[in-house]
């Protein structure tokens, strides 16, 4: 499908990012098992862009992946209960950090833990949660002005601290502290790199409560995130904590409305790593990949740059409607770089999807960095084009589940508009003084364990805008 000729005109020829090679076809097993260690998203063959469902068998796992928004819908809105259990691999992977916390909990314990988790992000909380953003991204610009624009920073890292101080500061109401926050991004970085995604046992259909191996560097890693984390909640438990608000303790003091009591010691530290996991890493991705997109894309960056120098001060919740620019940036950014680009469930009982038969155990995966640039959805696929999500774009004419970043049905992201809104404050806060530009000899190239990151660094000049 060709861009209208109007949006080419100011657009120019738009900036095709980086993305892996797609195969002819469907590796071979070995060749398969190999990539999928390497990264999810160096599997796909040419067609997976096109079809509306794909089939295979995986050793001895059935895996249909749902790649139409009404597929998409049938799985995991219609037939939610069907498919509520996260994946074996993931289950795996994630526990050594999250325990039973509901990201990969199911059944009774994913529905009690979820009445209580989604109420401390909710929409309706945003007002009061965001000032910490604008501070942070403020401090953030200060810190900035003082580096050498000489030398670059690596711009995954500084957003990784950037939005982990965020989520400390709104959920535990505490500064994390420089020294934590590099410990605990250093930390998600080293589990990610060495983590076993793949669990070959279970594609075997071993049971669940047989032992999965870890690496020792896995395991040294989710203990230093637990080392920062269990300082944080003892300090937000203690004596001296009590006094101050923070929306953990109110979660771990309120009453379940399941089961009328206050959470267990546990399970409230399994949902503080759940919403310090989820909350901060999935939008450090997704704004660092926003920087190297508008570092190649000077249209874009000039128009960001003008919504934010229009504030005249860092950017706050109240100006949301007036940053719809950096917005679509956003939008667009988790368009072509999902943070999490697969959701894979297990089929809990035998059953039908898009007329075909799915047996018990399958894996049935939605898989947003195949929908986000299916050949028949989307127009240039592959290209960054903010402007489909302006208002009156392309993407505003699209069935609903074709752009899918937060997942979909009763199982979709706690924090969809905490982390929209958290990464076009941000965002606005510093552009307004800083235009990053890639440095020389930069190698960026989308790589997804458990999420989706440009490397295992991006380092970035901090040109300032304004002398
Ligand atoms: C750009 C930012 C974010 C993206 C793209 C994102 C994406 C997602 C996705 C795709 C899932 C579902 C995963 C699956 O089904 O396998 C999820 C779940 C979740 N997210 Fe987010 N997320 C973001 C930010 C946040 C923030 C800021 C928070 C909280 C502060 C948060 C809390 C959660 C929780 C608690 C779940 C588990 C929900 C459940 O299983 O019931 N997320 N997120």
Redesign the pocket.
């Known amino acids: 499908m060709p861009l209208p000729a109007a949006d080419l005109l100011e657009i120019g020829v738009p900036f095709v990012p980086p993305y892996p090679k797609r195969h002819a076809r469907l590796p071979p097993l070995p060749e398969l098992l190999r990539l999928v260690r390497r990264s999810f998203l160096d599997i796909w063959p040419e067609r997976s862009f096109e079809g509306d469902m794909l089939r295979a068998r995986v050793l001895l796992r059935d895996v249909v992946i749902c790649n139409s928004p009404a597929l998409v819908q049938e799985a995991f809105v219609e037939h939610a209960p069907d498919y509520e259990r ?1 994946s074996p691999q ?1 289950r795996h992977a994630l526990k050594p950090l999250l325990g039973d916390g ?2 990969i909990s199911d059944g009774a314990v ?1 529905r009690e833990r ?1 009445k209580v ?1 989604a109420p401390v ?1 909710h929409v309706s909380r945003l007002a009061s949660l965001t000032p910490p953003m604008t501070e942070a991204a403020a401090e953030r610009a200060v810190a900035w002005r003082r580096q050498d624009p000489a030398r670059p920073v690596d711009m995954l890292a500084e957003m990784g601290h950037l939005t982990a101080e965020i ?1 400390c500061r709104t959920i535990f109401g505490r500064q994390l502290g420089g020294e934590a926050a590099a410990s605990v991004v250093q930390a998600f970085a080293e589990y990610q790199r060495v983590v076993g995604q793949t669990d070959t046992l279970s594609l075997l259909g071993l049971p669940d409560w047989m032992p999965r191996w870890q690496p020792p560097a896995a395991r040294r890693a989710s203990q230093r995130i637990a080392a920062v984390l269990d300082e944080l909640i003892e300090r937000v438990l203690s004596p001296e904590g009590r006094g101050e608000a923070s929306l953990i303790r109110s979660m771990a003091e309120g009453v379940n409305p399941a089961t009328g009591k206050a959470m267990d010691k546990e399970a409230f530290r399994n949902e503080a790593a ?2 310090f996991m ?2 901060h890493e ?2 450090a991705n ?1 704004l660092a990949w926003a920087w190297y997109l508008l570092s190649q894309a000077p249209h874009a960056a000039r128009k960001v740059q003008a919504e934010a120098d229009a504030l005249g001060a860092p950017a706050t919740f109240a100006d949301m409607p007036r940053l719809a620019y950096t917005r679509a940036v956003i939008e667009e950014t ?1 368009r072509l770089y ?3 680009p697969l ?1 894979a469930r297990e089929a809990g009982r035998d059953g039908e999807l898009g007329g075909r038969k799915v047996r018990k155990g399958s894996l049935v995966i939605a898989v947003p960095w195949l929908l986000h640039r299916h050949k028949r959805l989307w127009r240039q696929p592959d290209a960054f084009i903010p402007e489909r999500f302006l208002p009156g774009g392309e993407a505003a004419s699209k069935p609903r589940y074709t752009w899918i ?3 979909i049905g009763p ?1 979709v ?4 508009a ?3 809104t ?2 076009v404050i941000c965002l606005a806060t510093l552009a307004a003084g800083f235009a990053p530009r890639l440095a020389e000899g930069a190698v960026v190239h989308p790589i997804c364990r458990l999420t989706l990151r440009p490397g295992d660094t991006l380092p970035m000049h901090l040109d300032r805008r304004h002398g």
């Open positions: 996260k993931m509901l990201f994913w979820r988790v992000t989520i759940v919403l989820a909350g999935t939008t997704t988790l999902p943070p999490v959701l970043p937060f997942a199982r992201c706690t924090g969809a905490f982390g929209l958290e990464a």
